[in-house]
């Protein structure tokens, strides 16, 4: 028994057996017609079913899962904008946007998370680490310390790199700023020192103590004043020029004048007591040590000022009992006062 030959081929249609056709047998038979072209059509289908297997397999092999797809080469998606806030994809081009963002214009040596760590020190409680330090400071706009407060400087003979600058922006006569002494337990002012405004584009500086009495109340009265040209008031004395004129004149006070002891010196004694005296005027340049014209025999003290415009800031000590150091910023006309004893 033979089969009918097949061949893989779709039909367009299936033979309708008339009623006057022949029954007649045979590959081309017109009895096997309908059959050859069914089993063509299921040739046909079984082949493309097969193609659809091979197709299958390799697409399976060439593309990802939907679920928990794993991807080679170079995918790539849409790069979404930077506001998106979704379970989009984030490309490459998105994420490095989002970190020059963040990043913006931060220098290199700060542009990466662990650099910041590193210039932070690491600090995972920074925050409350800064608010300790920021309530151990100072603020501008005034506050309270305690313990002592250093100001160094490094500039030899000059004062402008250590000290204490105050400013008054007020103006006008009467202007001032202060340094004051308040003691403890009653924290009441005891005395310091004001230098005012004379109104004349000159200053003056006065020396406030308090006398022994009520500890509770403020009663600083003025000890000294030392005023625009120099001139020395203290509240026993008066004026010191005026006080020497006049024990002078009562012969209470003998001065002796020394032209030749470098730029003029004048000592003062007085005949009822030890205290002595010494104006000297001398030219230093930057600094010195001087001479006095007469030594004195126990404890003494010296002020110097620049004799002209009072613009040299300067520092003066007494080294034993007959010289004096004096430094400053420059070469300066100096007058200086020395006070002590003299048996």
């Excluded at 039909?11 to 022949?22: A, C, F, H, M, V």
């Excluded at 006049?246 to 002891?261: C, F, I, L, P, W």
């Amino acid at each position: 028994m033979a089969t009918l030959r097949e061949q893989a081929q779709w039909e367009s249609g299936i033979y309708q057996l008339e009623k006057t056709d022949p029954v007649v047998g045979g590959e081309d038979g017109i009895a096997n017609q309908q059959a050859k072209q069914l089993a063509n059509r299921t040739a046909y289908l079984k082949q493309q079913t097969d193609q659809a297997k091979k197709d299958i397999t390799n697409i399976q092999g060439n593309y990802a899962p939907i679920n928990s797809p794993h991807l080679t080469g170079i995918p790539t998606a849409p790069t979404a904008e930077q506001n998106v806030n979704s379970t989009q994809i984030a490309t490459t081009g998105f994420v490095k946007t989002a970190i020059a963002n963040l990043v913006g214009s931060a220098p290199a040596a700060l542009d990466t998370l662990s650099e910041l760590a590193t210039a932070l020190g690491g600090d995972r409680n920074l925050k409350a680490t800064l608010l300790n330090l920021i309530g151990q400071k100072v603020s501008k706009n005034g506050d309270r310390m305690s313990g002592k407060l250093w100001i160094e400087g490094n500039a030899s003979g000059s004062h402008s790199q250590g000290g204490i600058g105050l400013v008054n922006t007020g103006g006008g006569k009467g202007t001032a700023v202060h340094f004051d002494g308040h003691l403890l337990p009653n924290k009441v002012n005891k005395g310091g020192m004001h230098i005012s405004d004379s109104g004349d584009g000159g200053a003056e500086i006065a020396f406030l103590t308090t006398p022994a009495g009520d500890a509770n109340s403020d009663r600083r009265h003025v000890a000294m004043v030392i005023n625009k040209d120099g001139a020395l008031w203290v509240k026993e004395l008066g004026w010191l020029s005026a006080f020497v004129s006049e024990m002078r004149n009562k012969k209470v006070v003998n001065n002796t004048y020394y032209g030749n002891h470098y730029n003029g010196a004048e000592v003062y004694k007085f005949t009822n007591s030890s205290l002595m005296i010494v104006i000297m005027h001398v030219r230093v340049e930057g600094e010195g040590e001087f001479f006095l014209p007469e030594a004195f025999d126990g404890f003494a003290t010296a002020i110097a000022n620049d004799r002209y415009d009072g613009r040299h800031s300067l520092g003066i000590s007494i080294l034993g009992n007959n010289k004096v150091k004096i430094w400053g910023q420059e070469t300066t006309e100096v007058s200086l006062i020395a006070i002590g004893y003299k048996r």
